[in-house]
């Protein structure tokens, strides 16, 4: 593909790099590098305890790590907290969405960068840009929602984490960094985040989406790479693995 | 907007429930309630109680309470009749002090919040008896008495007359300052970043965090605001009444909390009206004036009232929840 050519090329948007964590002597990860380059899905698998979350929290500021490195576009980076990491547009999606459940949607989508207009005690949140940038933003990631003042509470878990990744495209991520975004939804509720997922993959945004189930992500993935008890067992390109065998990798059937 | 969506919103309930009060009045009290001085005896029964409960909302849709209102009430009269009457200030510093002071009580009661993460309700309980026992305290100790009067005495007081204690016919003052305090109120909550910030902080103070919201200054600034409400309440007070009582102010701190369930404000925070407890101030002032234009014993205000606090509430509830589940 010629887009490999291209990635090949420049260096990944966000990659760890020989990354280790221990907890109280006990080791969370070992040595795991995991790349994530422009306009790809990176999937990072792994069963409960593997390893995963450490790693996400580290490349989101979270923890830092005890060895290895962080890199953006090849030069090394370092998160001293998650503000400092969303500045530098790596963006986690939480499984557990922080939104605020009886706002409206817009002041969600805004909230704590809410645009203004006027000035001194006149100014005032420019309310019809709001409204209207919240719906065009949503648009975007596949989302028609025309009354955005409805309360955050009354959307699907789809519709949530769609407004929860077109706020942080808004706001200029590069890097989203998606845990378990399928988790609690059903099938249809799925297929619209998948539907997300691709359309800013598309726009060249940087994925990494985290999963415990390889059949959620081996349709949508570019490369795999399997965690089991804190060590990357298997990096995989999709062309050469199937979901069974990514299965039989994290559940480490196959002797590794 | 479909008429159930309309109903939903937080604070248009609570202009039926208004309306409903108004007409069940307006049948059972008959012409001296529908009348202009029957409306001027409730608008300015309201006015008060109208100016807190619309600071009381804001902090409540933050996420915390101020059970020190009333006593802060107390207070700011009686310092202000203390510097001008005891201590020989001219009134417009003394009105100065006291605002000072006040928004001081604010700061400390939200510090203490926000820094001991104790929840509000003992921090400003504990406030609600310092500030009460302190008003007390301080007058016996410097007049030996507990009601001061002769505020008219004092200079600047004709000034002050006009501005909180002037009369349109039948309508007090009072009335002006509740209007100007719900609109300025209304403004913040829904027209600015301030107001979302509110919102936020009530409703989900993790994800407003993580958002950058300043959530404890949010919270800070609206303890002051609640506390500078009282002031303005002491102010209002005192010069009409040209005195102060230490004991002024008492029980408002749980009316204003009802007056803010009434218009639908959520006691668990992220969710209200501002004009919904203005209007649910006015629901007291028309409890109170109507049973007393009825004839009923005044004695009954208070049963009547409670039954309309819990029948609003579980009113407020059903619509909440029907306007924010999943559709």
Known sequence: MNADVA???????????????????????????????A?????????????????????????????????????PARFDS??????????????????????????????????????????????GRAR?????????????????????????????????????LHRGARVLVLDEPTAALGVKQTGIVIDQIERARDRGVGILLVTHAPHDAHPLGDRYVVLRRGRAIAERAREEVGVEELSRLMAGQDGA | MSPGALLSRPGVAAVVGTVAVWALFAVVAGPAFRSVSGAAA?????????????????????????????????????????????????LWPAIGATVALSAAIGLVNGLLVVRTRLPSFIVTLGSLFVFRGLTIGLARHFTGRTQLGGLDRVEGYELARVLFAADVGPFRASIGWWIAFAAAGAWILHRTRSGSWIQASGGSAEAAREAGVPVDRTRVSLFVATALAACLVAVLQAVRFTGADA????????????????????????Y??????????????????????TGVDADWFQVFLGAVLVAAALFNDRLRRRATEAG
């Open chain 1, 82 to 127: 998650p503000r400092e990491a969303i500045d530098r547009g790596v963006v986690p999606v939480h499984q557990h969405l922080a939104v605020v459940p009886l706002m409206s949607v817009w002041r969600n989508f805004w909230l704590g960068a809410e645009p203004t207009r006027g000035r001194g005690p006149l100014r005032r949140i420019d309310v």
């Open chain 2, 247 to 270: 004991l002024r102010g008492e029980l408002q701190e749980f009316r204003a909390i009802a007056a803010a369930v009434i218009g639908g404000t959520l006691l668990t925070g992220g």
């Open chain 2, 272 to 293: 209200g009206s501002v004009v919904g407890a203005a209007l649910g101030a006015l629901v007291f002032g028309m409890v109170q004036q109507g049973i007393v234009i």
């Open chain 1, 39 to 75: 306009g790809r899905v990176t999937c990072l698998l792994g069963d409960n305890g593997a390893g995963k979350s450490t790693l996400v929290k580290i490349v989101t500021g979270v923890y830092g790590a005890d060895a290895g490195e962080i890199r953006m576009e090849g030069e």
């Open chain 1, 132 to 168: 209207r940038e919240t719906r065009e933003s949503l648009a975007d990631v596949g989302i028609e929602i025309e009354d955005v003042d409805r309360p955050m509470a009354t959307l699907s878990g789809g519709e949530r984490q769609a407004v929860a990744i077109a706020r942080a």
């Open chain 2, 42 to 90: 409730y608008l300015n029964a309201s006015a008060a109680l109208g100016i807190l409960a619309v600071a009381v909302a804001m902090l409540m849709i933050a996420g915390e309470f101020d059970l020190s209102v009333g006593s802060v009430v107390g207070f700011a009269g009686m310092a202000l009749l203390l510097l001008t009457r005891h201590f020989g200030w001219p």
């Open chain 1, 7 to 37: 990635t090949e090329a420049s260096p990944p948007l966000l990659e760890a790099s020989g990354v280790s964590k221990r907890f109280d002597g006990v080791r969370a990860l070992e040595d795991v590098s995991v790349a994530v380059p």
